[in-house]
C-alpha cells in the first residue's frame, strides 16, 4: 500500500476564525500584502492581474486561478505588475492607502466585501492563515513559496460557494467560512500536486517506489521507534549500503536527516497545538528526553522548543528558512484581506481619510 503523505499533511488543515475578504477594483490597481502571515490564498473571480513575491517574477492569474503563498515574504497582487501598489495590507490583515493613512469604505462590514472601484471589472478574493490556527509546520515546509493551481485543473466547486457565503451575515456564518477555508485549500493543493508532479517535492514522487514507499511508510506510522539505517534497510528487504542510496536518491536525503527534519516537525505541531511539556513531546516523537529534542529542535530550527511555543503564542513564527528541498518537513522545490481590517468574528474596516520503546536521540 502506497504512503499517502500528502493525506497526512492536509489533515491538519483546520482554520478558526477565518480571515476572508472580497475586493471590487478597476484596472489599473494594485495592492501590496505585508501581513507576513504565514500562509495565503488569492484568487481572482473576475478579470486578471499578476502575483509578484518579493525578489521573483510576475506570475498570472485568470478567473478562477488560485495562488497559495508560504510567508512571511511581502508580495503583490496587481493590474498590470508594474502599476504602483494603491493599497497596502500589513499586520492582522489591516489595509491601508499606500501613503499609511487608513482605508475608509461604505460598504458594510459584515459583508466583508470592500469596494474601492465600485462599479470595477475586477474582485479579489483572499483568505489567511495566521500562525496561531489551522495549518501545521509539517505542511508549510512542504510547499514551494508560491504555487498557482489554474482553474482547469481543479474539479471542485467550492470557490462558488465561497464568493456566495462571503457577502452574507446568516447565523454560522463564521463556522461555514472556517470550513470552506479548509476545503478550498486542501483541493487546490491537492491538485497542484496531481497536475504539477514534476515541481512536486522528492517524497511526494518517490512514494511510488515500493522500497522507498515502505521506509516512508514505516517512518510516518511510528516516527518515535528507534529506527536506523540497518533497521530501516532490513523492512525493506535491502543491505544497508543499498537501501541508503536508493532512499537518498529518491528522497533527496539520507533516511536519518529526513527522519529527524520529520520528528521536529512533529514536536513543532505539538508545542502549537498542545500544552504538553517538552519532555513528554520528545518522548511521543522519539527523543529519549527535552535535552536531545532541544538539541535536534535548535539544529533544525535555529531556537529551543520553549523559544519556538512563545513565538506561536504571541504572533506568527517566520516559516524557517534553510529547510532541505524535497522532504515534507522542508521546504518543497518548485486571503489576507486586500481592503479593510478583517477579524476573526467579522469585517472590520478602520475610519480616516484617504485617497515511543528506548528512542533514539540521534536524528
Known amino acids: 500500500m ?41 484568487t481572482l473571480l473576475d478579470g486578471s492581474g499578476w502575483i509578484t513575491p518579493v525578489g521573483g517574477a510576475p506570475i498570472p492569474l485568470a478567473p478562477g486561478d488560485i495562488a497559495v503563498l508560504t510567508g512571511p515574504a511581502s508580495y503583490t497582487v496587481s493590474d498590470p505588475p508594474d502599476t504602483p501598489p494603491r493599497l497596502v495590507v500589513v499586520g492582522d490583515v489591516e489595509c491601508r492607502w499606500a501613503d499609511g493613512t487608513p482605508f475608509d469604505t461604505d460598504a458594510p462590514a459584515a459583508t466583508r466585501t470592500c469596494s474601492v472601484d465600485p462599479g470595477g471589472s475586477t474582485q479579489l478574493l483572499t483568505g489567511v492563515y495566521d500562525g496561531r490556527t489551522g495549518v501545521s509546520d509539517r505542511l508549510l515546509r512542504a510547499l514551494p513559496p ?33 470550513r470552506l477555508l479548509d476545503l478550498l485549500l486542501v483541493s487546490t493543493l491537492r491538485a497542484w500536486f496531481d497536475s504539477h508532479p514534476d515541481q512536486a517535492p522528492h517524497w511526494y514522487r518517490a ?7 515502505r521506509a516512508l511508510r514505516l517512518l510516518h506510522e511510528n516516527p518515535a521507534a528507534p529506527w536506523t539505517v540497518a533497521t530501516l534497510a532490513h523492512a525493506c528487504g535491502l543491505s544497508r549500503a543499498a537501501f541508503a542510496r536508493r532512499f537518498t536518491a529518491g528522497v533527496g536525503e539520507p533516511p536519518m536527516r529526513y527522519l529527524a527534519e520529520w520528528r521536529v516537525c512533529l514536536a513543532a505541531d505539538l508545542l502549537r497545538e498542545t500544552e504538553s511539556t517538552v519532555a513528554t513531546i520528545a518522548r511521543r516523537v522519539g527523543y529519549a528526553d527535552a535535552f536531545a529534542l532541544s538539541v535536534a529542535f535548535t539544529r533544525l530550527r535555529g531556537c529551543s522548543p520553549t523559544a519556538y511555543r512563545r513565538a506561536v503564542a504571541t504572533a506568527s513564527p517566520p516559516v524557517p528558512a534553510g529547510a532541505p528541498v524535497g522532504s515534507p518537513p522542508g521546504g518543497g522545490e518548485g486571503l489576507a484581506s486586500p481592503v479593510g481590517t478583517v477579524s476573526r468574528g467579522e469585517a472590520r474596516v478602520p475610519r480616516g481619510p484617504g485617497p515511543g520503546a528506548r528512542r533514539s536521540s540521534r536524528p
Open 207 to 213: 512514494a511510488a517506489d515500493p522500497v522507498v514507499g
Open 2 to 42: 502506497r504512503v499517502d503523505i500528502l493525506a497526512e499533511l492536509l489533515s491538519s488543515v483546520r482554520a478558526h476564525g477565518a480571515l476572508l475578504a472580497r475586493a471590487v477594483l478597476d484596472p489599473p490597481w494594485s495592492v501590496r500584502f505585508d501581513t507576513e502571515a504565514p500562509l495565503s490564498l488569492v
Open 146 to 178: 508560491v504555487l498557482v493551481t489554474r482553474d482547469e485543473d481543479r474539479h471542485c466547486p467550492v470557490l462558488d460557494l465561497v464568493s456566495e457565503e462571503i457577502v452574507t451575515t446568516l447565523p454560522g456564518h463564521q463556522v461555514v467560512l472556517d
